[in-house]
């Protein structure tokens, strides 16, 4: 199959180009900076740039495609929403609308449980529909409109299906374990509340595994939702200490009530939007709630419908962590 | 006192209208409107009614009804109370069961009916209703559905149209006010002199008070559902009608109506369920009573802790449906090869017939042919011998013979008839174990009078719960029993057990002792009347109730022959018979010593605290008796153990001749028995399996229990966790493997083989923790232990419900009862038990019973005890462990994660979150059953990122 794989140069964006790849599957890829992944034809590109501009990345890259994952998106905790609208609303509108224009047959979108979350606990529910308006965040807003306008354009000759992997995390993911660790080295890692809130985490091999699950099943399952995780839920603070011990930091020794981290996320968000620069807070209100708050998922009917099990435990994924950071001998 | 209409304001007469859109759980779909002609008015007078109707829904799903539910509601209330069963019949008949069609009106001048201007007492009522069914052109079978005055009014129509008639089923109502009793508190002040228009009509209170009483409360949207045909003064005229027709006075107008139709239901051979909510301050217990007098055959369920508002408080629907299909309905299917025919197309209507075992006719024969004797059998036998009875060890030791305690037990039976207790009558007896509790109870089961015995351990409010819903007409007792029957207001005729001066006497309201009864009893005799029959095997013995561990203490029913067969079991298991020196420490089978002709003595001991007993006491009452058998409860054996070192050489001696040493009523640990059997050297340690419903379903002995540990090392079997209904093959052991904790993944506690007449099974469980396997023996297949013997109980009292599904059936002319225990058998044909049922985890991969990860992770040295419970929706549950450590925690807090790392380990399924607490909650009684429930519900907050707070 012929699949073109959009934001490969992001960390899981990379390792699912390089397991589909490795699967014997002819793989294009399509971002702005090259993705290193042996093997895959890199096509340099924005999916912001309209479909019909003549001589458009896009148009070529999906271009003779069999098949379309769509990864790329705005993936940050604060920013500029008109960029959020842009990259994750209006890019996906581009990539649907190109990969069909293409006869593209299959499409995964791969969105995000934030989608249906409405800031509540979440215990042992499956995949709920995408709710923009309940959405925390303009991430999570602008995802959710993303998948509605993705699954909209599911049909018989274009089967669509989303899946949202939760908090995926790997050696090499600088998006959330390089931080978490960095902070605990200097001492400035808290634990929100009490650090018993079971949280449900996907290790990288396995969200690639399952996405690529979702591209063979596409045609079976087109149309659905499906969460996906370890289906090993921990208390937040187990998995810091793991994460830690890992990295051989200290683990957090110090807590924060969970109301005064939302609370104080949202001040510090509004904040960071007045303030001119492009980094990150280091707290919102939105990642106050997912910290304090449980977020497990029922995963059978994903592992029925798309024939998957997790391959890497939690456990083995702190222990590859741990090779990763272990100093080169 | 004529109370009538006059107190009233003036009526106003208004049509009939349809409900507004929007009120919660009300199908618009259901409510029509229709116009009925009033049968005797000159000129065709017509009323407009408002009726729910689910018939055309079934019409749309092409269903043939099997019948109709009339329902009718009471005051104040409409047909908004029924809405739960138009829906659940309705969602019934879609998938396939039999069709119902439910037709629930609003009463004239009440909801959303006319308002007639008309005073419209019970005759007219019941009229009513039957114009409205005319009118309908309804056809049988019929069955009515009524509650509160709405039941009177129903079962006036039940007895006006035999015709059509096919069953009659009830939530609180009444037929009957005895002369002389005062009427319900509420109601007496509804009707009190310029109340009755006030409270009923130019206000809302009654309303008001009424939606008050449901359990939990009404949501806000219900409430103004059952408010919304009463908004304003003038549509409440019918409220306070119905108040005004309550006949509190023979004279009143409807009095004779109401009199017609409590006599017309005793004639009603139609199956009756009674559904009853006992919170209730205005149909209380009495009236059901009432009502099971006057229809003897209803189905009684009692929703502990549900009231008036039965309908809002329980799922009154499901049951009614339930038992609509059990007893209306016979299922056409079973046993048939048509296989899909359709459930509506055969219908019979019949009496429906109490499951139970073949009836034995009475008389010696039967009972000798059984092995069994009944009760009273060897006081009879030994009625001349000067042989020891008995030992009483307070105040001083002092034996009573054969011969003077089956006097007494005459005696005391004569003088219970003299005072008018009569077979089938209840007795409540609240007397510590004593030579006067014995004689009484002996005294009561000769005559037929059914003994109710509840413990003390259940705690006053339980007990207060057990002897009300028990409904004893007598209760015998000491004074501590007497005194908070009567400041509790437990019901029944009081006889103490001792003297008590005569203003004292009428302080607690005792009327007689049990001297007079004696001496009255005597009289009787000389005067040479003969006891009366003597009970057949198959009529009520006694009401025993459970812990209230599980859930609030159900009253258990045991005939003459199960009792018997009790006493049969004893024997036969620990050769406990004519002559056996028995110190009876555990309640049940304390009291069955001289039914086995055996010497019993009861240690001198606080029956409500078990754990004063000393080995000393233990040592003299073996003394006193020269036992050879020992029956204690787990409590009283840890100070038996512990107080062990005050034993004199006298007391080893006497504790030598033990032979048989038993602790029942919880499990026990290995080195508890070990311990307590050293005190006995010649002594066989004993524990039972069994429950309030099944007193002794298996048995185990110290060298069992330790054969049974040694097995699981060598174990090459593993045993098979039901996973997607099937059980999985074990995989083979590696030969040269050390013994490792895993050999036993399902674990569990051995409790042994079966009893001699007891056969136990398992139901396997499928994969969302179901037993809905096959009885079955195979070895190493977990599911719900389900037993059979003839010493299992009756039933459920007033607990048709839980009956129900208790009962196990399969095989016609069984019994097999469902414990409610998880367990699987052995290849020798071992018993363990794993767990609840309700405590089962329902994990994605598969069920998981928690006794097993328990005991692996309490051989942790840091782990003192531990629950294994799960957190999330069944199917998808993620498994926690809670601890007790070594030192205990001062607080709740997580595992660090060494130790949760260690549990782990141990369990080798997935655990989510290992948490520590202080103390894990446990029965009152025996302080050993861990109420896993209520950790899963505390755990569930926590890791939800709730706040820390006490399990």
């Known amino acids: 199959m012929r699949v073109l794989v959009t934001g490969a140069s992001g960390f899981l964006g990379r390792a699912v180009a390089a397991r589909i790849s490795a699967a014997g599957h002819e793989v294009r890829t399509f971002q702005r900076r090259p993705s290193g992944v042996p093997g895959v034809e890199d096509v340099h590109g924005s999916i912001t740039t309209p479909a019909d501009t003549p001589y458009a990345g896009l148009a070529y890259a999906v271009n003779g495609m069999q098949a379309v994952v769509h990864l790329a998106a705005k993936v940050s905790l604060t920013g500029n929403p008109a960029d959020f609208e842009a990259v994750n609303v209006g890019g996906t509108r581009t990539v649907v609308q190109a990969a069909a224009d293409a006869g593209v047959v299959r499409f995964v979108y791969v969105s995000s449980p934030s989608v249906a979350h409405a800031g509540r606990s979440i215990m042992g529910s499956d995949a709920l529909p995408a709710a923009p308006g309940q959405a925390r965040g303009d991430y999570a807003r602008t995802k959710a409109r993303a998948e509605l306008l993705a699954l909209a354009a599911d049909a018989p000759e274009f089967s669509v299906v989303a899946v949202r992997p939760h908090l995926v995390w790997g050696p090499g993911d600088t998006q959330l374990i390089d931080r978490i660790v960095d902070r605990a080295r200097h001492g400035r890692l808290p634990l929100l509340g009490h650090g018993a809130a079971l949280i449900d985490t996907t290790y990288v091999d396995n969200a690639a595994s399952a996405i690529h699950a979702a591209l063979d099943a596409a045609e079976r399952v087109h149309g659905q939702s499906y969460v996906i995780t370890n289906g090993e839920p921990r208390p937040i603070a187990e998995l810091l200490a793991g994460i830690c011990g890992a990295a051989d930091v200290p683990a957090p020794a110090w807590r924060v009530p969970a109301s005064a981290a939302r609370a104080a996320g949202s001040l510090i968000e509004a904040i960071w939007r007045a303030r001119p620069g492009t980094d990150e807070p280091p707290m919102t209100r939105f990642l106050a709630e997912q910290l304090s708050t449980a977020h497990w998922f029922d995963q059978r009917r994903t592992r029925a419908d798309l024939a998957w099990t997790p391959e890497v435990s939690l456990d083995e994924g702190f222990a590859r962590l741990a090779a990763h950071y272990r100093p080169a001998p | 006192m004529r109370v009538g209409p006059r107190r009233l304001p003036v009526a106003i007469s208004d049509p009939a209208a349809l409900p507004p859109a929007g009120l919660p ?24 009614w408002h009726l729910l109707d689910n018939g055309p829904e079934l019409d749309a799903l092409g269903v043939i009804p099997v019948g109709t539910i009339l329902c009718v509601h009471g005051n104040p209330t409409w047909s908004y109370l029924w809405r739960g069963l138009l829906a659940s019949a309705t969602e019934a008949a879609a998938s396939g069961a039999p069709a119902w069609r439910v037709i629930a009106v609003d009463q004239l001048d009440m909801g959303f009916s006319a308002r007639t201007g008309r005073f419209r007492p019970l005759a007219r009522r019941v ?16 069955i009515t559905f009524g509650h509160d005055w709405g039941g009177v009014v129903s079962l006036g129509w039940a007895v006006d149209h035999p015709e059509l008639l096919a069953g009659v089923m009830l939530l609180n109502t009444a037929v009957h006010q005895p002369a002389g009793d005062p009427i319900p508190a509420p109601l007496r002040l509804a009707l009190g002199r310029g109340i009755l228009g006030p409270a009923t009509v130019a206000t809302p209170a009654f309303l008001a008070t009424t939606l008050a009483l449901a359990h939990p409360p009404l949501s806000a949207a219900v409430k103004r559902g059952y408010r919304a045909p009463y908004r304003t003064s003038a549509r409440r005229g019918g409220i306070g009608g119905f108040v005004a027709d309550i006949p509190v006075a023979p004279e009143h107008e409807s009095r004779a109506e109401l009199d017609r139709i409590a006599e017309g239901v005793r004639l009603l051979a139609s199956p009756t369920l009674l559904l009853w909510g006992p919170r209730d301050p205005i149909f209380s217990d009495r009236y059901l009573d009432d009502l099971v007098e006057r229809m003897p055959h209803a189905r009684v369920h009692r929703f502990e802790g549900a009231g008036h508002l039965l309908a809002e408080d329980a799922d009154y629907a499901a049951a009614a449906l339930l038992w609509l299909g059990d007893a209306v309905v016979s299922a056409p299917l079973e046993g048939s090869v048509s296989g899909s025919g359709s459930a509506s197309a055969s219908v019979s209507v019949s009496v429906s017939v109490e499951p139970s075992e073949t009836p034995v006719s009475g008389g010696l024969a039967a009972w000798a042919a059984a092995g069994t004797h009944p009760l009273w059998h060897y006081l009879n036998e030994l009625q001349a011998s000067d042989d020891t009875a008995l030992v009483d060890m307070q105040p001083a030791p002092r034996a009573v013979s054969w011969r003077l305690l089956s006097l007494r037990v005459r005696q005391i039976a004569a003088g219970l008839v003299h005072i008018g207790v009569k077979p089938g009558d209840r007795v409540s007896l609240l007397v510590p174990p004593s030579a006067d509790l014995t004689a009484v109870l002996y005294a009561c089961v000769r005559i037929g009078a059914v003994v109710v015995v509840a413990d003390a351990g259940l705690g006053l409010a339980g007990l207060t719960r057990a002897v009300r819903g028990a409904r004893p007409d007598f209760v015998v007792g000491a004074a501590p029993g007497l005194l908070a029957a ?38 009787r005799l000389s005067a040479g009347d003969a006891l009366p029959a003597e009970p057949a095997p198959s009529d009520a013995a006694a009401v025993l109730f459970t812990s209230g561990s599980t859930g609030p203490a159900k009253g258990v029913v045991y005939t003459h022959g199960q009792l018997s067969a009790v006493s049969r079991a004893l024997f036969l298991q620990y050769g406990v018979g004519v002559g056996t020196g028995l110190v009876a420490g555990f309640a ?35 003394a006193a008796i020269d036992a050879t058998v020992v029956f204690l409860s787990p409590a009283a ?3 038996v153990v512990a107080t062990a070192a005050a034993l004199t050489p006298a007391d080893h001696a006497a504790l030598a001749g033990v032979q048989h040493f038993l602790s029942a009523g919880a499990p026990i640990s290995e080195s508890l028995l070990a311990q307590a059997a050293a005190l006995m050297p010649e002594a066989t340690a004993h524990t039972p399996y069994g429950m309030t419903e099944g007193l002794l379903m298996a048995d185990i002995t110290l060298d069992g229990i330790r054969a049974a540990a040694a097995s ?19 995989p083979p052991n590696t030969a040269n493997l050390p013994a490792l904790d895993t050999a036993n993944p399902a674990g569990g506690v051995c409790v042994g083989g079966s009893t001699a007449t007891t056969r136990i099974r398992i139901s396997a469980l499928d994969a969302s923790g179901a037993s809905v396997g096959d009885l079955s023996e195979e070895p190493d297949v977990t599911g719900e232990i389900v037993v059979s013997a003839p010493h299992v109980k009756d039933h459920y009292d007033r607990l048709w419900l839980t009956e129900r599904g208790s ?12 414990t409610g225990d998880v367990g699987h058998l052995d290849s020798a044909g071992r018993l363990w038990v794993e767990g609840r049922m309700p405590h089962v985890i329902v994990t994605a991969d598969g069920v998981v019973t928690p006794v097993g990860p328990e005991q692996r992770i309490e051989t942790l040295l840091d782990v003192s005890r531990a629950a294994f419970v799960g957190v ?59 109420d896993r429930s209520r950790l899963s519900r505390w755990a569930t907050g926590i890791l939800s990122g709730g706040r820390w707070v006490k399990p």
């Open chain 2, 25 to 48: 759980g009300l199908n618009p779909v259901w409510s029509r409107l229709t116009e009925v002609t009033e049968s005797g008015s000159a000129g065709g007078v017509t009323h407009g």
């Open chain 2, 127 to 142: 009229q009513d209703l039957g114009d409205l069914t005319d009118a309908l052109e309804l056809t049988g079978p019929v």
């Open chain 2, 486 to 523: 009567r400041a509790l207001g437990w019901p029944g005729r009081k006889i103490s057990v001792a003297g008590f001066p005569g203003p004292m006497a009428r302080l607690i309201g005792v009327e007689h002792t049990l001297a007079e009864l004696i001496s009255l009893g005597q009289a």
């Open chain 2, 588 to 622: 049940p089978f304390a009291l069955l010593g001289p039914a086995l002709g055996a010497r019993s003595v009861t240690p001198d001991m606080d029956v409500t605290a078990p754990k004063t007993l000393t080995a000393s006491a233990v040592a003299s009452a073996v």
């Open chain 2, 637 to 639: 054996l840890v100070n």
């Open chain 2, 712 to 730: 699981v090392a060598q174990s090459e079997a593993v045993p098979a966790v039901a996973r997607d209904g099937e059980s999985v093959p074990a």
């Open chain 2, 807 to 818: 009962r196990r059936g399969g095989i016609p002319g069984e019994r097999w009862h469902r």
């Open chain 2, 872 to 930: 999330g929706p069944l199917g998808t549950q993620q498994q926690v462990a809670v601890l007790e450590t070594v030192p205990p925690a001062r607080r709740a807090h997580r595992a660090p994660e060494a130790l949760a790392a260690a549990v782990r380990s141990m369990v080798g399924t997935p655990v989510a979150a290992v948490l520590v607490v202080p103390g894990l909650p446990t029965d009152i009684r025996h302080n050993s059953k861990i």
